[in-house]
């Protein structure tokens, strides 16, 4: 073993966080768990060099988060020259309130004998109560304008840099403007009996925010179900951010590990959506870069609520086509036009408030699941006769294939032009293929999300490994089907990552 592996250790084994609430003698952990990732704070190795029988303890009060950091090793590197042990409390300071540096006997004290704690309730207004595996759990929101969400923000957003890949901070010292544009979620578990007389009944579980994007609508541009307002400038009375036209963007959103499996990420987003919906400025929901395991749970929980709301009830696709359309010609195309109902689609799409992309994305899935399992397990052997077959499922699965080999190419087309035309072929087969079977995974497990969502909100990926381009996700005012743009399929970057590179 070299030197450098002696001193060097991990730090996601190292960094152990827990969360704990008053106890009869001292504090009790509620849960403790390790980081997914380290890097954007300890670098692209995820190594703490310096140290042997290094542990760094991140310590939490369950209710108000109020941090400690505890840091305790075997053996400490002595400094030679410029090559010196990793300063750890230091790195940290850039991602805890200053707080968190208090001996851990002051925080011991503090949680032990904080006459408020059982007092404390979440800020903001409740949103939602309910019960999972016979617990009691409540969802909370509040503007960043609270003092108090700013404080519980600070505290626990270290966790989006641990546990959401290429999560960052929400800068909270910011003009007021900007600060009412914010709005958090926290989900709590609420004890109906605490431990003790100083013990909160509140245990944090999970939190998200959300950011409004203000939009400015003509009369020739206005969208279904907002507000619009006339004023005069100066304005008589000042303008609130919350009474403007927005499109809502999802930012972080993180449930603990020690609460996965619970439903709580349905919980949580469903209630975020809700409010959402019944907002008249809001015209559009959409999410910054969600990673695939929050891309399940919302495509569970969107569909879900299309299904049940009927707006998926009146989308089919259209299988009697002029078979001359469907040629196998240089030139000779089906306009999805002739697929779908797209001023209906678009209708129903604004009503529900979903983002192009993902609109696109549950109606594909929906047309899917009403073609017979039989003929869409068959794949592409039964569609020789392609428009010209006598099985009317042959023909929906034939022109479902059509029309998302349109989407894809539209999507990617700068990237496929690139492309021989028998290699572009390839890909667009390809890709629809991956995209057929990854709906096929979400159909059949959607009966699996009703007792809790696997995971929390993020996947962990080997970064140095990634090859492909991962582009934005959520440029959700891109259009949907029978637009430029699609569903944002995981499985399109792959096509940008196998192009021929530009000079």
Known sequence: MTDQEEW??????????????????SPNTLSTFHPQFTYPIFGEEERI????????????AAHDLRPNLEVSYDRKFKEVGDTKATDIEET??????????????AFNAHVQNDASAHDFKPPGTCLERYTSKGRHFEIWSGEFLDPTVRYLIDRIQILVSLFIEGGTPVLTEDQEWTLARWRAYFVYEKLSNPPTSNSSPYSIVGYSTSYRFLTYHTAN???????????????????SASSLPFRARIS??????????????????????????E??????????????????????CDYTRLLRNGTLAPIKLNTDIDPKLSQKRIGVRVPTSKLLDLPMIEKLRKQNKIAPRQFARLVEMHLLSQIAPH?????????????????????????????VKQRVYKKNK????????????????????????DYERLLRGMEKWEGGESGGSSVRRERAKRKTIVVDDEDEEDEGMGGVDGAGDRSLKRIRSEAPEGP
């Open 92 to 105: 940290l300071r850039d991602w805890t309130p200053e707080e968190a540096f208090e001996k851990v006997s």
């Open 221 to 239: 541009t206005t969208k279904a179900g907002v507000k619009i307002q006339t004023f005069t400038l100066p304005p008589e009375k000042p303008i």
């Open 252 to 277: 972080q959103f993180l449930i603990l590990p020690s609460h996965h499996s619970h439903g709580h990420g349905t919980h949580l987003y469903n209630a975020m959506v809700q409010t959402f919906l």
């Open 375 to 403: 003929n869409r397990q068959a794949g592409t052997a039964r569609l020789t006769q392609r428009g010209k077959a006598s099985d009317q499922n042959d023909r929906a699965f034939y022109y479902w294939r059509l029309l």
């Open 8 to 25: 060097s250790a991990s730090a996601n084994e190292a960094l152990e966080i827990s969360f704990v609430q008053a106890g009869l003698r």
């Open 49 to 60: 060099f310096g140290y042997q029988g290094l542990h760094i303890n991140l310590r939490f």
């Open 279 to 300: 907002s008249p400025h809001c015209s559009e929901i959409t999410v910054e870069d969600p990673n695939e395991a929050f891309d399940d749970l919302r495509d569970y």
């Open 414 to 437: 700068d990237v496929l032009i690139q492309l021989d035309r028998g290699e572009r072929v390839d890909k667009v087969e390809q890709t629809v293929g991956e995209v057929a079977g």
